[in-house]
């Protein structure tokens, strides 16, 4: 049980996908204007982020494992990834629309979200259990939530604030994303 | 015709230049800029997935039902990074263990679905080989430029030829992730200084 805490913390804090991984960054500075749009993309990453998790490893492990065709990886986790995207869409949809309603635009882009497809392929890479890599797809998609409401909560500040003409916008965005990225920083060397 | 070609490659080496002018793909930029030779691997295959699957895109643009559009340019594009990852892994193997999972993600750098989705999928394929090559380079560029002022500041090096004396103490922290992102923010308003004039 402690392996999976440390596994969670490590995943959140220490090696965030946003700020230490670098993946998912145009999400994050497509969505974050406000914080609204930031807490629906962080619901629908941290929704698709486990199911995506799960079955790629399910995919990897049982498919393309026994079939000795690895090479293959990148094409199938896509396509499973797109069309998890318009299950999960379809299925909310008809099941759920107050949830729907809430993600919205959000989900279809998600496909093209690298956050997705990169912490399937780190699952793999690091030869996660299958209940490792649940746990990492969590704590990695809580990570990537964390870091956007945190960016949008100082973004909506910064955009009130006077900033000179060149630096408007995506600039200075980048800007605050580097000294959040800082104080993330100093959780290193943590676990 | 070659007119037309000619200002298709163009754009996208200034008027366009991405990730500066379309904040597109910016996860690779920020990821594997921390040297120059990183920044230009990552590039050039990057362009090699762009120019090719712009190039399909466009021939198959009468074919593909628009339906299922984006499902067909992720194949598409699949493929070719397919291709891309086992030639690197057979030709420069140093350099595909230093890009590692970025390699496979060129599947989601929103500028080869962008340029598919945006140029290729609506013109000739001599126009969408022209555009492709065009982005590709402006953003092999872009990715060498950041991992030189990189490279330099952080480490004192460029290509691994020292630049500065003995005494240089680098600046560790423009290597590390934080310095990615203030020095992209940085050099994007250096870009939109020099534009505005």
Known sequence: MGDYVVLAISCIFVNNILLAQFLGNCPFLGTSKKMETATGMAMAVVFVLVMAGMITWITDNYLLKPLNIEFLRTVSFILVIASLVQFVEMFLKKSMPALYAGLGIFLPLITTNCAVMGVCLININEEYTFVQAIVASLAYAIGFGLALVLFAGIRERVNVARVPQPLQDTSIGLVTAGMIALSFFAFKGMV | ?197
């Open chain 2, 1 to 197: 015709m070659a007119q037309s070609m000619v200002k298709e490659f163009t754009k996208g080496l200034w008027a366009e230049i991405p990730p500066f002018r379309l904040v597109l793909g910016l996860c690779p930029v920020l990821a594997v800029t921390k040297s120059v030779e990183n920044g230009i691997g990552m590039g050039i295959a990057t362009t090699f997935v762009l120019v090719c699957s712009n190039f399909l895109v466009s021939l198959l643009r009468n074919i593909i039902p628009t339906k299922v559009r984006i499902a067909c340019f992720i194949v598409i594009i699949a493929t070719f990074v397919t291709v891309v990852e086992l030639l690197m892994q057979a030709y420069t193997y140093p350099l595909f263990l230093k890009l590692g999972i970025f390699i496979p993600l060129i599947v989601v750098n929103c500028i080869v679905l962008g340029r598919a989705e945006a140029f290729a999928f609506k013109n000739a394929p001599h126009l969408a080989i022209a555009d492709g090559l065009g982005m590709g380079i402006g953003f092999t560029l872009s990715m060498g430029a950041l991992g030189a002022v990189r490279e330099c500041l952080g480490n004192g090096t460029i290509l691994g030829n020292t630049v500065f004396g003995p005494d240089f103490q680098p600046f560790t922290f423009m290597v590390e992730a934080p310095g990615a992102f203030v020095c992209l923010g940085l050099m994007l308003c250096l870009m939109n200084l020099i534009g505005k004039k």
